[in-house]
């Protein structure tokens, strides 16, 4: 098998499945409970994190939640409650994820204005542009760091400078929020000036259902869940403590020597894409072609995502050729039959219906190898020309 | 063990002539059948009525849908039993009628009365006043309206017995499965196919299934989607085999080798024929397609004939004549649909030409066939069947 959907979900590392394992049959006490059953349950929680606060910006301190969704969905809709009296307008782009995208709809439901900002063809939205919507109205930016479907690296960087910079000049109280949901374990995170940022463990391969929110320190959102008061009451409900404890571990693993996985990832990014140019005509990388190895090189991709149109093609197809061979892959397009399952991202990034269509993302982890690309290019070749062979009438 | 009583009416049974006691027979099988499930459960007919008693703690809605999924049921009602004095019939009526106060809040009500046994003394209007007074005197808040009544009580004097019963569930109507021989569905992932293949199970036949994909063209989850659409039919006919055949070698050459407008059609020709082998060779008399007259190109009446030529056995198409919204209705009514309007592509839909011919002539549809070896690849076709069992 070559897995190459590691942007959808990651295999999970065996060193965290072990820990899981054992945190569920033996340290299954109640954080919340005096006795020693319960403190040891409570150290999970404690080691699980520092030792991803270690891999954060200073002075925050990160929630636990049930994934990606609740961190993006608790970041906005907490901070829209507390500064719904500071103004309406909420900043944010048309390439997020939906867990994004949909809760600004219900925001806008409730009466919020919200701007998305439009991208370049590669994806990217130009820091120039959030510099521009920003005004004394503006309660929340939210920006991703990666995006999930090409790798671009969005400038989270200088866009939570320039809110620091306009909060501190007009005394304003504007959250920046990032979904780092792709590019946590990919790219460094420790120096972004963010007030909110959002991980999801699956994606950095830790347990399903895991995920955080980072939040500085100095801000106190209203409760998101209410309970018994876990999570310093803003995310009440007993603590997951095996899925804690694995998303700590996967964090710490995903993170050591990160920038000589990255630069493997890169190698491995590489040689498959100059081996699909060089082997198959009419193909288009979606995205930025260079790659970029921290969030300062914005503009560039992550190591981590490839997407490419493989013209007069239809993804799916492909997909579905691939996965014959033990490959798999992901489409830009839900179902081809219509275009209503067209992917938001690249329809924002101006392809047309027909080169969505045969977009294929391959998204890589620290586990493959240059030799499994050998294979997959050559896989990918066959299926390509067979499928231009036929034809298709659509 | 205690156990309720259900009446079981059925309905065209009923007039068969010389045949009768055959359908009879499959029938009870058949309700047998769907109340294997419980333990104790019982059924006989009684001078033309099924008796159906089941444990008590088997709650009545599911007793009941089991019932009116079997072909062949015209109705079915929850039902007591008293002995055959007018005074015992009143006590239990009033029983009966205090349950439903509580459970199905009636204000008024009315009495019909039967006699089928003529040896008893009150005659039928009398037994309807009679029982009617003493449960008005038993049941303080309720009164009689004869004319729009929220309940009418039937008590029925038979030879073994009273019988006391309120509304009919009605089932489907029809003949029991099995009593009209064998047919083989083609069946996509639509709306019509499936509506099809419950249409003709209702009249009693035996159903197969064939099912064509274009993997990978088309995707697993399209066949997982087509498995729960038989799963479902399968809730009223039991156990269902389906043929499962990759139509892409047929499709691709097709592609390669014939005029791009005929394309459906050629592959609906390809259809006819393998299904007809997976036919003969499964015992399955005749062929059934969701095919509604001037629904598609493929199915205007040109097309049907062009289709239908390529195969000696006859094709059933149950839903010809039907209007797409009601055969949709009928989808929502046997629970097809929401599985039906899941958006995977079938491999109807793959190859679509852009401007498919509408008024083919056979003799043109012939030529471009002659470019391909059509005995080998329906061959080959059938010889690559995959057979998958479906439980209900």
Same mark, same amino acid.
């Given at each position: 098998?070559?897995?190459?959907?590691?942007?959808?979900?990651?295999?999970?590392?065996?060193?965290?499945?072990?820990?899981?394992?054992?945190?569920?049959?033996?340290?299954?006490?109640?954080?919340?409970?005096?006795?020693?059953?319960?403190?040891?349950?409570?150290?999970?929680?404690?080691?699980?994190?520092?030792?991803?606060?270690?891999?954060?910006?200073?002075?925050?301190?990160?929630?636990?939640?049930?994934?990606?969704?609740? @961190?993006?969905?608790?970041?906005?809709?907490?901070?829209?409650?507390?500064?719904?009296?500071?103004?309406?307008?909420?900043?944010?782009?048309?390439?997020?994820?939906?867990?994004?995208?949909?809760?600004?709809?219900?925001?806008?439901?409730?009466?919020?204005?919200?701007?998305?900002?439009?991208?370049?063809?590669?994806?990217?939205?130009?820091?120039?542009?959030?510099?521009?919507?920003?005004?004394?109205?503006?309660?929340?930016?939210?920006?991703?760091?990666?995006?999930?479907?090409?790798?671009?690296?969005?400038?989270?960087?200088?866009?939570?400078?320039?809110?620091?910079?306009?909060?501190?000049?007009?005394?304003?109280?504007?959250?920046?929020?990032?979904?780092?949901?792709?590019?946590?374990?990919?790219?460094?995170?420790?120096?972004?000036?963010?007030?909110?940022?959002?991980?999801?463990?699956?994606? /950095?391969?830790?347990?399903?259902?895991?995920?955080?929110?980072?939040?500085?320190? +100095?801000?106190?959102?209203?409760?998101?869940?209410?309970?018994?008061?876990?999570?310093?009451?803003?995310?009440?409900?007993?603590?997951?403590?095996?899925?804690?404890?694995?998303?700590?571990?996967?964090?710490?693993?995903?993170?050591?020597?990160?920038?000589?996985?990255?630069? +493997?990832?890169?190698?491995?990014?590489?040689?498959?894409?100059?081996?699909?140019?060089?082997?198959?005509?009419?193909?288009?990388?979606?995205?930025?072609?260079?790659?970029?190895?921290?969030?300062?090189?914005?503009?560039?991709?992550?190591?981590?995502?490839?997407?490419?149109?493989?013209?007069?093609?239809?993804?799916?197809?492909?997909?579905?050729?691939?996965?014959?061979?033990?490959?798999?892959?992901?489409?830009?397009?839900?179902? @081809?039959?219509?275009?209503?399952?067209?992917?938001?991202?690249?329809?924002?990034?101006?392809?047309?219906?027909?080169?969505?269509?045969?977009?294929? +993302? /391959?998204?890589?982890?620290?586990?493959?190898?240059?030799?499994?690309?050998?294979?997959?290019?050559?896989?990918?070749?066959?299926?390509?020309?067979? /499928? +231009?062979?036929?034809?298709?009438?659509? | 063990?205690?156990?309720? #009583?259900?009446?079981?009416?059925?309905?065209?049974?009923?007039?068969?002539?010389?045949?009768?006691?055959?359908?009879? !027979? $499959?029938?009870?099988?058949?309700?047998?059948?769907?109340?294997?499930?419980?333990?104790?459960?019982?059924?006989?007919?009684?001078?033309?009525?099924?008796?159906? !008693?089941?444990?008590?703690?088997?709650?009545?809605?599911?007793?009941?849908?089991?019932?009116?999924?079997?072909?062949?049921?015209?109705? $079915?009602?929850?039902?007591?039993?008293?002995?055959?004095?007018?005074?015992?019939?009143?006590?239990?009526?009033?029983?009966?009628?205090?349950?439903?106060?509580?459970?199905?809040?009636?204000?008024?009500?009315?009495?019909?009365?039967?006699?089928?046994?003529?040896?008893?003394?009150?005659?039928?209007?009398?037994?309807?006043?009679?029982?009617?007074?003493?449960?008005?005197?038993?049941?303080?808040?309720?009164?009689?309206?004869?004319?729009?009544?929220?309940?009418?009580? *039937?008590?029925?004097?038979?030879?073994?017995?009273?019988?006391?019963?309120?509304?009919?569930?009605?089932?489907?109507?029809?003949?029991?499965?099995?009593?009209?021989?064998?047919?083989?569905?083609?069946?996509?992932?639509?709306?019509?196919?499936?509506?099809?293949?419950?249409?003709?199970?209702?009249?009693?036949?035996?159903?197969?299934?064939?099912?064509?994909?274009?993997?990978?063209?088309?995707?697993?989850?399209?066949?997982?989607?087509?498995?729960?659409?038989?799963?479902?039919?399968?809730?009223?006919?039991? *156990?269902?085999?389906?043929?499962?055949?990759?139509?892409?070698?047929?499709?691709?050459?097709?592609?390669?080798?014939?005029?791009?407008?005929?394309?459906?059609? #050629?592959?609906?020709?390809?259809?006819?024929?393998?299904?007809?082998?997976?036919?003969?060779?499964?015992?399955?008399?005749?062929?059934?397609?969701?095919?509604?007259?001037?629904?598609?190109?493929?199915?205007?009446?040109?097309?049907? $004939?062009?289709?239908?030529?390529?195969?000696?056995?006859?094709?059933?198409?149950?839903?010809?004549?039907?209007?797409?919204?009601?055969?949709?209705?009928?989808?929502?009514?046997?629970?097809?649909?929401?599985?039906?309007?899941?958006?995977?592509?079938?491999?109807?839909?793959?190859?679509?030409?852009?401007?498919?011919?509408?008024?083919?002539?056979?003799?043109?549809?012939?030529?471009?066939?002659?470019?391909?070896?059509?005995? *080998?690849? $329906?061959?080959?076709?059938?010889?690559?069947?995959?057979?998958?069992?479906?439980?209900?």
């Amino acid at each position: 098998m070559i897995y190459l959907d590691n942007s959808a979900t990651t295999r999970q590392y065996d060193e965290v499945t072990e820990l899981m394992y054992r945190a569920a049959k033996e340290n299954f006490g109640n954080p919340s409970s005096l006795h020693a059953l319960g403190f040891e349950a409570g150290n999970l929680l404690y080691d699980a994190r520092r030792q991803i606060e270690d891999l954060l910006p200073p002075a925050g301190n990160v929630i636990f939640t049930s994934g990606g969704t609740e @961190s993006d969905n608790m970041a906005l809709l907490s901070s829209a409650r507390k500064l719904r009296r500071r103004g309406n307008k909420i900043i944010t782009t048309r390439v997020e994820h939906p867990a994004v995208l949909e809760t600004c709809r219900r925001l806008k439901e409730d009466g919020f204005e919200v701007v998305y900002l439009d991208v370049d063809v590669d994806g990217y939205v130009e820091e120039q542009a959030v510099k521009a919507a920003l005004d004394k109205n503006t309660i929340i930016v939210s920006i991703m760091a990666v995006n999930n479907e090409v790798g671009t690296i969005e400038p989270v960087i200088p866009v939570g400078r320039t809110v620091r910079e306009y909060n501190r000049k007009n005394g304003t109280d504007i959250m920046f929020h990032t979904d780092a949901v792709q590019a946590f374990g990919k790219l460094p995170m420790d120096d972004i000036d963010a007030d909110l940022i959002s991980a999801s463990a699956h994606k /950095f391969h830790g347990p399903k259902g895991m995920g955080f929110l980072y939040m500085k320190k +100095r801000h106190s959102l209203p409760a998101y869940i209410i309970g018994g008061g876990q999570e310093g009451g803003f995310r009440s409900s007993t603590e997951n403590t095996p899925g804690i404890a694995g998303m700590g571990l996967a964090a710490e693993m995903a993170c050591a020597d990160l920038m000589m996985k990255s630069s +493997r990832m890169g190698i491995v990014n590489n040689y498959l894409l100059n081996g699909l140019k060089s082997e198959i005509k009419d193909i288009v990388i979606n995205g930025p072609e260079e790659l970029g190895y921290t969030l300062h090189e914005h503009g560039k991709r992550c190591p981590g995502v490839l997407n490419v149109t493989f013209e007069g093609t239809r993804g799916e197809v492909l997909l579905h050729t691939l996965e014959q061979d033990g490959i798999y892959v992901s489409t830009g397009s839900a179902c @081809s039959s219509n275009k209503t399952g067209d992917s938001h991202v690249l329809q924002a990034m101006s392809m047309n219906h027909k080169e969505i269509e045969g977009a294929i +993302r /391959f998204s890589f982890s620290e586990f493959n190898t240059v030799e499994e690309m050998d294979h997959v290019i050559e896989r990918t070749k066959i299926a390509v020309e067979r /499928f +231009r062979r036929l034809g298709s009438f659509r | 063990m205690e156990k309720n #009583l259900y009446i079981v009416r059925c309905g065209e049974v009923a007039l068969k002539g010389m045949n009768k006691p055959y359908f009879e !027979r $499959v029938l009870l099988e058949r309700v047998k059948n769907a109340l294997s499930c419980y333990e104790g459960a019982e059924a006989k007919w009684i001078e033309g009525l099924m008796f159906v !008693r089941v444990p008590a703690d088997i709650p009545e809605d599911e007793v009941i849908s089991k019932c009116v999924r079997v072909f062949g049921v015209a109705s $079915v009602s929850p039902a007591v039993e008293a002995p055959k004095d007018i005074n015992e019939i009143g006590k239990k009526a009033a029983e009966f009628m205090q349950k439903v106060i509580d459970t199905d809040d009636i204000k008024t009500f009315k009495v019909k009365g039967k006699r089928a046994d003529k040896s008893f003394a009150i005659e039928s209007p009398e037994i309807a006043r009679q029982v009617g007074g003493m449960v008005l005197k038993a049941c303080k808040v309720l009164s009689v309206d004869v004319h729009r009544p929220d309940c009418v009580l *039937t008590v029925d004097v038979r030879r073994e017995g009273a019988y006391i019963f309120r509304d009919k569930v009605r089932g489907f109507g029809g003949l029991p499965l099995g009593t009209n021989g064998k047919g083989l569905i083609l069946m996509s992932g639509g709306i019509d196919s499936p509506v099809a293949a419950f249409m003709m199970a209702k009249r009693g036949m035996s159903i197969e299934a064939v099912h064509f994909h274009s993997y990978p063209y088309t995707s697993q989850r399209a066949q997982r989607k087509v498995e729960e659409l038989v799963r479902t039919l399968a809730g009223y006919m039991g *156990t269902v085999r389906m043929h499962v055949i990759n139509l892409l070698p047929i499709q691709e050459e097709i592609v390669k080798n014939c005029p791009e407008d005929e394309t459906t059609l #050629l592959v609906r020709r390809f259809m006819m024929r393998i299904a007809e082998q997976i036919a003969v060779k499964n015992r399955c008399m005749m062929l059934i397609t969701g095919e509604d007259l001037g629904q598609v190109a493929s199915q205007t009446a040109e097309a049907l $004939v062009v289709t239908d030529s390529v195969v000696d056995m006859p094709v059933m198409r149950p839903l010809i004549a039907m209007d797409k919204v009601d055969i949709m209705d009928k989808a929502r009514e046997i629970g097809t649909y929401d599985i039906s309007i899941q958006p995977y592509e079938d491999c109807c839909t793959v190859f679509l030409p852009k401007h498919p011919v509408t008024k083919p002539k056979k003799e043109r549809i012939e030529k471009s066939e002659s470019a391909l070896d059509v005995e *080998t690849l $329906v061959k080959n076709a059938v010889e690559s069947e995959e057979i998958v069992e479906i439980r209900p």
